[in-house]
T-cell receptor, first 113, second 111 residues
Framework: GAGVSQSPRYKVAKRGQDVALRCDPI?????LFWYQQALGQGPEFLTY????????KSGLPSDRFFAERPEGSVSTLKIQRTQQEDSAVYLC???????????FGPGTRLTVL | QKEVEQDPGPLSVPEGAIVSLNCTYS??????FMWYRQYSRKGPELLMY????GNKEDGRFTAQVDKSSKYISLFIRDSQPSDSATYLC???????????FGAGTRLFVKA
């Protein structure tokens, strides 16, 4: 595809459910980022991958959050036992090596009831 | 205190006005400064990217960085209704990949 794609675009979960959010980066982009964007706020860094290696996960809010990119392409962000405070838009971005320009996907809007 | 402060607005201007958007930051390690535009229900898109202090111009957009004051600005000339969006400042450290974003300023340009 031409850009970063994310699925699903919208997800409603009951509190306590597990969810999995998918990101398909631009082909050839080795760097992949996940961000959480609360309503009316800027994106907050969650984690960063270079190929399949997760180099920084310091932004993950709790051990209920887990991200993987096993083959260095598609990435999945998993949230276990969702809580209401997890409601946000989850953005994925990818970039070329040695480039600071990140290309963002449209995001997944997660609502936890 | 947040590392990056940005007035959330909203900012409402008439078409053709010059718009000034600003951010302040506290960490002197930030070296790369960016402005993103985000339309409703879309991901952010990069508008301007600058390194260190100085000005950079691209069409109707000018980005300005003053590292001594820890202050960055984005100017939009001849604003258009299509410029109505949220503008996010962002910055990273040298050798770093963790980008810190401001809260975003909502801009409305009235026709």
């Amino acid at each position: 595809g031409a850009g970063v794609s994310q699925s699903p675009r919208y997800k409603v979960a009951k509190r306590g459910q597990d969810v999995a959010l998918r990101c398909d980066p631009i082909s050839g982009h080795v760097s992949l980022f996940w961000y959480q964007q609360a309503l009316g706020q800027g994106p907050e860094f969650l984690t960063y991958f270079q190929n399949e290696a997760q180099l920084d996960k310091s932004g993950l809010p709790s051990d209920r959050f887990f991200a993987e990119r096993p083959e260095g392409s598609v990435s999945t962000l998993k949230i276990q036992r969702t809580q209401q405070e997890d409601s946000a838009v989850y953005l994925c971005a990818s970039s070329l090596p040695a480039s600071d320009e990140q290309f963002f996907g449209p995001g997944t809007r997660l609502t936890v009831l | 205190q947040k590392e990056v402060e940005q007035d959330p607005g909203p900012l409402s201007v008439p078409e053709g006005a010059i718009v000034s958007l600003n951010c302040t930051y506290s960490n002197s390690a930030f070296q790369y400064f960016m402005w993103y535009r985000q339309y409703s229900r879309k991901g952010p898109e990069l508008l301007m990217y600058t390194y260190s202090s100085g000005n950079k111009e691209d069409g109707r957009f000018t980005a300005q960085v003053d590292k001594s004051s820890k202050y960055i600005s984005l100017f939009i000339r001849d604003s258009q209704p299509s410029d109505s969006a949220t503008y996010l400042c962002a910055m990273t450290r040298t050798g770093g990949f963790k980008t810190i974003f401001g809260a975003g300023t909502r801009l409305f340009v009235k026709a």
